[in-house]
C-alpha cells in the first residue's frame, strides 16, 4: 500500500479519486499515477479528454508524461485515433 498519494499540486490526497498526474509513494518509492482515459487530470473521462486528445492528434496541443500514458487507453504504447475512439466511447 501507499505510504503516500499526493495530488498533482503537491499537496496530500487525502480522501477521493486518484487522478492522472497524482503521485503515490511506495516503499520510499515515487511513482506518477495515469488513469487511462483521464487525459486532463480531473479523475474522470469525459468529452475534455476526447478534445484535448483529439487537438494532441492535430498537433494543436502537447501531452506528456502520465497525461500522454492516460491517452494511450488500449496500452499499445501509443497515442492515436484507435484511443480517441476508446475513449469517446468510455466518456460519462
Keep these: 500500500s501507499?505510504?503516500?498519494v499526493y495530488k498533482a499540486d503537491?499537496?496530500?490526497a487525502k480522501s477521493g479519486k486518484l487522478?492522472?498526474?497524482f503521485t503515490a509513494v511506495i516503499d520510499?518509492?515515487?511513482y506518477v499515477i495515469a488513469v487511462c482515459g483521464d487525459v486532463t487530470?480531473?479523475?474522470n473521462v469525459n468529452s475534455k479528454d476526447v478534445t484535448l486528445l483529439q487537438k494532441?492528434?492535430?498537433d494543436n496541443a502537447e501531452l506528456d508524461g502520465a497525461y500522454l500514458k492516460a491517452a494511450d487507453f488500449n496500452l499499445d504504447?501509443?497515442?492515436d485515433n484507435r484511443?480517441?475512439?476508446l475513449i469517446s466511447r468510455q466518456k460519462n
Design 56 to 58: 494532441y492528434l492535430c
Design 28 to 30: 520510499s518509492r515515487t
Design 10 to 12: 503537491g499537496t496530500i
Design 19 to 21: 487522478k492522472t498526474g
Design 77 to 79: 504504447g501509443e497515442a
Design 41 to 43: 487530470g480531473e479523475g
Design 83 to 85: 484511443d480517441l475512439v
Design 2 to 4: 501507499a505510504e503516500n
